[in-house]
């Protein structure tokens, strides 16, 4: 019994001092994450918007549902969102930029894990370039030999881009 | 002196963690895609390795025997979580590329290996070099795989272009390309240990 | 390199390869399959033009350097004379491509030998189908230069007849003639189903292959392409309307199933083994055919069998008598 009190008592003690040490170790990091992922953000957000000065994000509870492009007055020029599909083997995550008259300005793939060679080619401006000024995207042309992760891409993006169309031209 | 040295180089080469031992061979096939990605693994798991086998070194006359395990899982657990988050602050690229491999070095093998076998039984001194030398060997086998695979999937080396017009052979880059390599490595590890012996 | 009596406990191999006495029927068999192919070769150049020529060539001389390479490094017998390196390299030209990059056959002739069989041990120590392990091996690597494929006749790029299925495409100016004579885009030595009938016939009268598999596995790709191959889906009121000749003689089906899927040493050795290898072969091509990713699965069904085979063959074991 006296020997079960003592493991009781190391293990504790151990983990006692390790979430002691884990928790200064958050509190001087946490910041700078939280800076990382906005910068992140930004950046990508940047990269299909570049006219526009600040972005405001539109939330809906938690989850932000788009970006508000904003010029240097503060005026809407267009709104960025993320959108997201299943490709051949992974989540396809795309973050376009639209102008308020619904032409894409450009799109980034920000996160997948397709096929290398293949699937991958979705991140390649060849790929990608093709969605500049486009208001349709019947247009756009599959990647031969990654036509489901190409597809991902495009219908994902579509589809946003039409869900937030009615968005914006609502009163 | 020169077994105190000897404690530091044997996990290069003669017990390889990777080639030799066989351990943590999950996050080396995993990881394995480009140099830098090797670098980064292998730095964050000698880290691990070394503050493990120091803090274990350190608490083997405390820690019963029954409950070890326990405890040095929490001791890794929480060193793993440190390299985490300084990678997430410091380095978001790398810790995006390494993914759920960073968190998975609490069950890589070669941590929980080196303190059962080797750190609950050493002196600090002898912890600190086997730490480091396993580590050492680690990042160095990562390091040789992922630059044949990166040369030979990829056509790049660092992330640089080496040779105009070659066509990389994208299996290099996947999965079952990791493996092949590997156990050809395996393989001339043997042959190589053999000829010797 | 163990010495010959320590390869027996290696325990990869399952199955007991068929106990060869002479060196000489081995090579022999090698040697007339290689014959059998040749009107295929033949076919796939006045088809494709010259290039296919130096394909197969190229496959041929990579694959007989690599075995003597590898055999003269690990101080073994050349054997490069015994015909399987000759016929390893033949049939993986046979599946490329014709306009393919000249290193690309050199690239998986070295696979296929060196770590297709070599590793294993060398001839009747490997679990797969060289060839097709180069096959696989190139396809993993190079995705687009082995589905680039060129016509008949001249060197537009064309979409084989199940490629064309698989986006979609119906090709209506195809007849079931051309795809016999092979007159569409495809690898140089599948095309010609004439040629290869040719040569299978010829391998049939001599005795060196048996109906077991070749049939088993052309009979079930036939028979689930016609139930599910259809262009409406089952639940639809449609089934049963696959076109399952159009099936049979396209893609690699033929090549396959008389050349490669009847390998000695890769497939099982008793009959009713053979027929349930020729089943599951034939199941797995038109399940890939109709439901997978790629448009043609004959390939990677036989790798696939080639795996079972060790556990196929020990449940079709004939019983030891007296035991």
């Not at chain 2, 070194?57 to 060193?79: E, G, H, M, Q, W």
């Not at chain 2, 695979?149 to 080396?157: K, Y």
């Not at chain 3, 696979?111 to 590793?119: D, E, P, R, S, T």
């Amino acid at each position: 019994m006296k020997e079960m009190a003592r493991y009781a008592a190391v293990l504790g003690t151990i983990c006692l001092v390790a979430s002691a040490s884990l928790a200064v170790v958050n509190s001087l990091t946490r910041d700078k994450i939280i800076a990382q992922a906005q910068a992140e953000e930004e950046a990508s957000l940047k990269e299909v918007m570049p006219a526009a000065d600040h972005f405001e994000a539109v939330k809906k509870d938690t989850e932000t549902l788009y970006y508000r492009a904003l010029d240097k007055d503060g005026s809407l020029i267009g709104i960025c969102f993320k959108a997201e599909a299943k490709g051949y083997s992974s989540t396809v995550q795309t973050v376009a930029g639209m102008f308020k008259d619904g032409t894409i300005n450009a799109i980034k793939v920000v996160s997948q894990n397709e096929t290398p060679g293949l699937g991958t080619k979705v991140t390649e401006p060849s790929f990608t370039d093709q969605f500049k000024g486009k208001k349709g995207l019947e247009e756009v042309q599959a990647i031969t030999g990654a036509t489901i992760s190409s597809r991902a891409v495009i219908d994902s993006v579509a589809k946003k881009a039409e869900e937030l169309k009615g968005i914006l031209n609502a009163p | 002196m020169k077994k105190l040295l000897s404690e530091f180089t044997k996990g290069i080469v003669k017990e390889n963690p990777t080639f030799v031992l066989m351990l943590g061979l999950c996050p080396t096939l995993a990881v394995s895609v480009t140099v830098i990605n090797g670098i980064g693994m292998g730095i964050a798991a000698t880290f691990v390795l070394l503050s493990a086998n120091i803090i274990i070194s350190l608490l083997k006359n405390i820690i019963p025997a029954r409950v070890r395990i326990p405890c040095f899982i929490v001791v890794i657990a929480t060193f793993v979580t440190i390299v985490e988050m300084a990678m997430k602050a410091y380095s978001p690229a790398l810790n995006r590329a390494l993914g759920i491999y960073v968190p998975l070095i609490v069950v890589n093998c070669i941590v929980l290996g080196r303190a059962e076998a080797f750190a609950q039984k050493a002196s600090v001194g002898r912890a600190i070099l086997d730490g480091l030398g396993m580590g050492l060997g680690f990042t160095l086998a990562l390091i040789l795989i992922c630059a044949i695979r990166e040369f030979l999937g990829a056509g790049t080396l660092m992330n640089y272009s080496l040779i105009k017009g070659f066509e990389p052979a994208r299996v290099f880059g996947m999965p079952s390309g990791a493996l092949l390599v590997i156990g050809l490595l395996v393989g001339l590890f043997n042959v190589l240990k053999n000829r010797k012996g | 390199m163990p010495p010959k009596d320590e390869i027996k406990d290696n325990r990869l191999t399952v199955s007991f390869s068929p106990h060869l006495h002479k060196d000489e029927s081995v090579s022999r068999i090698m040697w007339m399959v290689v014959l059998s192919l040749v009107p295929a070769g033949i076919a796939g150049v006045a088809i494709f033009g010259l290039n296919s020529l130096w394909v197969i060539l190229l496959g041929i001389i990579s694959a007989l350097v690599t075995e003597a390479a590898l055999q003269v490094a690990t101080k073994r017998k050349v054997s490069i004379s015994d015909g399987s390196a000759f016929l390893t390299g033949l049939l993986l030209a046979y599946n490329l491509p014709p306009d393919v990059p000249f290193w690309l056959p050199i690239a998986g002739s070295v696979f296929a030998i060196a770590i297709g069989k070599q590793i294993f041990g060398g001839l009747g120590q490997n679990i797969f189908n060289p060839a097709l392990v180069g096959r696989a091996f190139l396809m993993a690597c190079w995705p687009k230069l082995m589905t680039t494929f060129s016509g008949p006749f001249d060197a537009i790029t064309q979409a084989t007849p199940l490629a064309a299925l698989k986006e979609g495409k119906l090709i209506e100016h195809i007849s079931y003639l051309d795809l016999f004579l092979g007159k569409h885009g495809g690898c140089i030595g599948e095309v010609s189903i004439l040629a290869l009938l040719l040569g299978a016939l010829f391998l049939f009268i001599r005795g060196y292959i048996s109906w077991h598999i070749p049939f088993t596995f052309i009979f079930t790709t036939g028979l689930i392409t016609f139930i599910f191959g259809g262009t409406q889906p089952l639940g639809a009121g449609a089934g049963f309307g696959g076109d399952w000749l159009f099936h049979i003689l396209s893609g690699g089906l033929i090549l396959g199933a008389f050349f490669m899927a009847t390998d000695y040493v890769t497939s099982p050795l008793t009959r009713k083994g053979q027929i349930i290898f020729g089943i599951g072969c034939g199941a797995l091509t038109a399940v890939i055919r109709i439901w997978g990713g790629y448009p043609e699965g004959v390939s990677y069904a036989i790798l696939m069998m080639n795996a079972a085979t060790p556990i196929i063959d020990r449940y079709t074991k004939t019983r030891v008598y007296g035991a």
